[in-house]
Nanobody, 119 residues
Framework: QLQASGGGLVQAGDSLRLNCAAS????????MGWFRQPPGKEREFVAV??????TNYYADSVKGRFIVSRDNANVYLQMNSLKPEDTAVYYC????????????????WGQGTQVTVSS
């Protein structure tokens, strides 16, 4: 139902745009989040956007570098000025209710896309 794509291997300072495609129109009314799981670490919050799209929130580690946006069927994560510490598997997730940075409060998950940033 959620399909994340756009990951790859880049150098520090480069940009990537991740895409999360939703197969159902239902997700147009869901809060959408991006999370990541670095190697050997737990899944962590990256960004979230409201179902209307007018409100978003970012983890401190990506604020000013990443931008989350959405249209009716997709959620995007524009990642700029990438750093080696951004290396992780990135996941998109959907939640029926309002904002949350807790991955346990999300109802649907995509399969993840690998982002690797070399120094």
């Amino acid at each position: 139902q959620l399909q994340a794509s756009g990951g790859g291997l880049v150098q520090a300072g480069d940009s990537l745009r991740l895409n999360c495609a939703a197969s159902e129109r239902t997700f147009s009314t869901y809060t959408m989040g991006w999370f990541r799981q670095p190697p050997g670490k737990e899944r962590e919050f990256v960004a979230v956007i409201s179902w209307i799209g007018g409100t978003n929130y970012y983890a401190d580690s990506v604020k000013g570098r990443f931008i989350v946006s959405r249209d009716n069927a997709n959620v995007y994560l524009q990642m700029n000025s990438l750093k080696p510490e951004d290396t992780a598997v990135y996941y998109c997730a959907a939640r029926r209710s309002y904002f949350s940075s807790d991955p346990n409060e999300y109802d649907y998950w995509g399969q993840g896309t690998q982002v690797t940033v070399s120094s």
